[in-house]
């Protein structure tokens, strides 16, 4: 890949998602756009980016993105964050919903990614909230993605590394066709709402505000701005007292943020904010 095609990608990549690619990140952006190379029949890095500057790009913008964006994710990552939130976010909240008569707890995954995160949340709140009116927004910038998170279908390998018991409560095992395939319950999949929603653009399409916030591996692809940014416009999301989590890679130190951190990669939004 050439200088100016790096940069016209890399420059292309950041105005879409914000994503930060640095000069480290040329051989993985040049092995990664050759999926989307054979999936166009193009011959040339050179020729792609003339397919992007033409008219009618934005399909294949969204497939830049997707190829570009790391998904990778798993059931109960950092297990330390469904602790707190079985063991002291939940129960917390709860109480505080009873007293001052909220109409239901709510969870956002932010960049949830194939819907292993919303779901180890539904799996937990089922269990620590059981006749508790909860629900879980999941949102994420990449359309293919979410189909997949949608459709909550897991091949048995990273599911049988769930405990038995989790396994049986929250699955369907599939068969015939579907062997080898779990599906999440239709219990758990009804209560988590997936939208497509770039977290640095515009709006979210929510009215009410969330008592806990995941947003987790996708600020380290960010610059600092970025990232300021970003940890603004959660706060603005949360109750006063709800909890953000990010991923134990992502501290907030080094950024401006009016959160209090409660334990390792979980801030708490101050009930006078
Ligand atoms: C590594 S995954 C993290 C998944 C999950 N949160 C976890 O911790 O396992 C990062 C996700 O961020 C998404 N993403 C990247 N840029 C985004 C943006 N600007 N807005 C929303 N989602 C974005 C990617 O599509 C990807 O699914």
């Not at 050179?46 to 190829?67: F, M, P, T």
């Not at 990614?113 to 180890?120: A, F, H, L, T, V």
């Not at 758990?188 to 515009?202: A, I, K, P, S, Y």
Request: aromatic share 10%; hydrophobic share 40%.
């Amino acid at each position: 890949m050439r200088d100016n095609e790096f940069e016209f990608i890399r420059g292309l990549v950041y105005e879409r998602s914000r994503i930060s690619l640095g000069p480290d990140k040329r051989e993985l952006v040049s092995a990664r756009l050759g999926k989307r190379l054979r999936a166009t029949n193009l011959a040339s890095v050179g020729d792609y980016c003339r397919l992007l500057q033409s008219e009618n790009a934005d399909e294949e913008l969204s497939h830049l993105i997707d190829v570009i964006s790391t998904n990778h994710t798993f059931f109960f990552r950092e297990e330390a964050h469904f602790d707190f939130l079985r063991d002291v976010a939940a129960p917390e909240m709860a109480a505080r919903a009873r007293a001052e008569h909220w109409a239901q707890f709510r969870v956002w995954s932010a960049a949830c990614s194939s819907g292993e995160e919303p779901y180890s949340i539904a799996m937990t709140l089922a269990e620590c909230l059981p006749q508790w009116p909860w629900e879980i927004a999941a949102t994420d910038i990449s359309h293919r993605i979410l189909a997949k998170a949608q459709a909550g279908i897991y091949r048995e390998e990273p599911v049988g590394k769930l405990p038995p018991a989790t396994i049986k409560a929250c699955f369907q095992r599939g068969f015939g066709p579907q062997e080898g395939n779990y599906r999440v319950r239709h219990e758990l999949r009804e209560r988590v709402h997936f939208h497509q929603l770039n977290l640095l653009e515009g709006e979210p399409p929510f009215r009410e505000p969330f008592q806990v916030i995941f947003c987790r591996n996708v600020m380290i692809y960010f610059d600092r701005a970025t990232q300021e940014e970003l940890v603004d416009r959660l706060t603005r999301r949360l109750v006063p007292g709800g909890y953000l989590f990010v991923g134990h890679a992502e501290s907030l130190t080094n950024l401006r943020h009016g959160l209090k951190l409660i334990r390792p990669a979980i801030y708490q939004r101050p009930t006078g904010a």
